[in-house]
């Protein structure tokens, strides 16, 4: 049996090409990670209690691998997902992992099985595959482990070797496991990033509600356009002594407005209200998205925009679970006439960095390299979500360096909330980069020494400077 | 003079990996060919009649041949096609072939290339490049070998080893041929599929007296919407009696539609009778998707949606040619909103299978793999039509697995009119399978015993499964 | 320190498949340069001048190379190019130089380092790379050089080994330069090729001034639609005097028309006196495109439309320093239904010839090569600006030739106004052509000797034919 991780894996086969990708590799394999975006539940550090069992640890949270079974057929409540409706999940962990084991086969060809053989291995020193053989092994394995200190939340993040990392919160969110870590005297860098759409997307659940919370935390008169403005001031300057160094937008679309103030005055007004029709929604978290790198140019926070997913497409599963259910889908998405609006306004800025993302990857090379290979402002993100693979990194750099250069991209995020995968995901980056560079090189593209220099800068130098961290 | 087919063609360059996906190809590359969807002739194994002669056997009726030469500026009278307009075409089999011969270097690159080569080599035992120079010399071999017994249509079909195939007919054909067939008492496996365009598609030739028609044949009433229903299940039932495990729909867009029960009446009714506008058209077929749906939960056929392509874009050559001139033009196709009534009503039903086509490539990552990668009742079915090609077939792993997993996939169809190429086709798909899980093995992201567990699972188990044959 | 050129690079890195691939390079490398299509100054061929510097050469003109400085917060003020509003331009050569070469590893990646370092060694014999300290050594080489009477336009064109060059001309260029080069009795083979925008788009600067001195310059009476269709043909006719083998239309999208003439003559007298909504200005554009391919019909000239550029997205780069400043932005290009309307009217004309451009990769598999493979007029123009680049050009090998075959592409344009980048050009599309060819003979999809046939085709046949030249 092959162990779960050879040491060449991911890089290119060629022996010539794998020799130039192994030593571009090893000069950066050790590096600390810096993770500038990403959804790990502050709580842990915070509290640092065990996790608590296998299952719960890699399965229910994980939307990328119930989403796989459900899709085969399995249901989630036996997946012990919980229902909003009443009904009744499963509640054994062995007998969640069982299930997870017994269709490991499914994750054949995808990140998913990837990451997980890699913390298997590296967390769990497992070297058989997991299957429905394997799968009391793994489970006791596992459960043992979790119990030591050493796999609580902190020890995990020295271990994993973290520089920095950032959570997503909130506006509304007090930042309370972010005080504690602080006050814990803990050395582990955790950091805050402002995702303000609750209190910005007119279709956010409890929209209305929000704005008045958004007063109260903020102490500013959110019933005027000024007020909701200067609340928004707030908060960034809070999130920013919880060192956030970045925003995070999550809209439908990548369009961008620039009204005159009364029309946005009057809109806020509309929405505050409502209720508001399809394209008044839209147009509100246009303009918030201009009024947003208005605000990034006076404090200086990095902005995020993660457009195109059409959220939770399964109105069974959302009626039954809610959000975050493995049913987002990606959509065509328009860049070039969406953002010119902000662009028009603060395009030029060099003091402004926006960092843009896709789920439709036929932007990458007709869009998003395009406009980042020409505009100050403009960075291209790592491939997001569904293209946070081996094949969708390769797509990426194809399709956007040639253009764009590698140094209008801005390293790697993991963008996780499974936090065992973090390492995982890293190393995958890593590995990719290093067979790209290795490709080039052994094509003369590129001389060695250039790509050495090129590994570092997309692994640590590159996501520092374009995050500030 | 090189051999036309080479043992490792289309095998991965590099040795290494060619030598492990030559031991996959080697697992499967006598399997034989469960062949889902196609458009075969079912006269041929009913009548079991010989092929007239070479060219009426691989020219006349294969667009993808006559297509590119008429791109050339081949005059289609000259290559045989019949003309609607009363034109006289070449009626001599050798001239055609000649012509077909002289140009045949227009193909090389493409699929058909291998196809022909493929059929050439392995059954009339050619090793000459076709050229105008052994134009003759093919078409006296060709043409002595269909005259013999060996080579009549029941004869190839189990020389080809096919398991099972289906053809596409519509519910106005009586289906006398899958009857002769069943009669005869020939071993081969022929089933048919229900393909309702005729009588689903308002804007479908001679729509409203097909609709008349369908009433005739079924025995319904299909001037009431509830009698036009009871006509589509009674035309199923007796489909299913020919062995028909599937049904298939060709419309331009995938758009579906869950229309309350009284606006579905008053629009049957808007239909039948005429005229429709554009968008009532659409929403028409848009509805009857989803009562396709409906009927296959009840009576467990698989539905096959093939949208996207603009049919006949070559007004003149329709006009004098009629429908399948090889104008028929992909545009781009969206899923993720079309698709949404008929998933909000049937998406999670786990004994439904809709099996999902495209000719837009950009949808594979981007819309295809995330839905099928989470909703029970969807499959995507293999690269179609002008992506049933090696580079194709690549792209189409390359951008669907990670996403969606091997085992959301469905195996190859064939899906051709042109009865030689079946075994090559065939063929290609798994040198590419092979070659693709080849590539998994050596960069370590897969084992060499899982790959030939999905090498057999890709060309045999999952095609049997999904189309329940 | 490796040489800036490595005989191999480009090249396939297998050794088998290098081997192949050099073989099939060796036979094309020193084939005469074919330009059917560029941007070259003609002033610099009539008056023969030396070209004054190294920025003036490289920097300021290439708008490749300044976007990408521009991206990364350098002033194009500070990069020499010239600001409409007064502002005022670094004027010192070597100062822009140094700025230059001390951010030239922001192209690495990229085909204008391929085609810089090409040139640096191939022309001025530099032999280590471009950096700050290298600054003074490139700087003083380069002026060195383009004193001397070998780097003069004419000397350099004729060491290009340059068959025939086209440049591109408005209807409103009186040709004089072009006029100068056939007084002077030199032997370059320098034609011009019509480019009409100016007096066809009514939202091209000058539009409504431009028609009136279209009127005088070709003594048509331009006040009415007859007169404005005669001084096209009279145009025409003057251009292909001077060689013009084609005409050329760079409009917004590919929209075509084919208005009832009642419908057209009021259409342009309303373009005419104006102003027009954008849709009339829109279904001008599509229109004249329709009469552009009658006119070819009558008089030969290649039509090729190089449609989907947003142009001059920067607005406020736009006003300071006009267009053509590296922010013209590829957006989604339809072809399927914006070219109906004419090639219902001529498509199926074999002796017309319309050489599609698309900056929207998606349309090769999906639109493009479908509809080349079965128009007669139409043939596929190779990768055009962005995606005139190693990745750019085997992206559209692997997605065209499956549907569309080799022989419906026209071989290469390098599309330029650089011009030392012109060998480097032709010698990438020649490497990758081999490459991608060199991998059809590894695969046993070709034979060699087809392999060399084509890539002699590809490099000089083709473009010979498609073009006329």
Redo the contacts between chains.
Sequence with gaps: M?PL??P????P??P??RAIARRLYDGIKDLPIVSPHGHTDPRWYAENEAFPDPSTLFVVPDHYIF??L????IDLLDLGVPAKDGSVSERDSRTIWHRFAAHY???????T??WCDHAFSTLFDLDV?LSAVTADLYFDRISERLAQPAYRPRALFERFNIEVIATTESPLDPLKHHATIRASGWSGRVVTAYRPDSVVDPDFDGFRDNLVAFGTISGCDTSTWTGYLAAHRNRRDYFKSFGATSSDHGHPSAATADLPLSDAEALYQKVRKGPVSVAEAELFRAQMLTEMARMSLEDGLVMQIHPGS?RN?????FNRFGRDM???????T?Y??AL?PL??RF??E?NLTIILFT????AY???L????????C?RLGPPWW??D????MKRFR??A????????TVGFNDDTRAFPSIPARHDVARRVDAGFLA??V??????ED?AH??AHDLTYRLVKDAYKL
Tied chains: 1, 2, 3.
Aim: net charge negative; no cysteine; charged share 25%.
């Design positions: 092959a991780l050879h060449d894996r991911l890089l086969s060629l010539d090409t989403r796989m459900y899709s085969q057929g086969h499914l994750f054949r060809g995808t990140p099985r990837v595959p059409v497409h399964n109105r069974f599963l493995g049913a987002d889908i990606p959509s065509q328009n070039v006439q010119k662009l028009d395009g030029n060099k789920l439709d990857e036929t090379s007709r869009e390299a395009p406009l980042a290979g020409h505009y100050p403009l569904f293209f693979s081996v094949e969708g194809e399709q360096v040639e253009t764009a250069g590698f140094y209008n490709e080039l052994a094509d003369h593209r590129l001389r250039e220099e090129l």
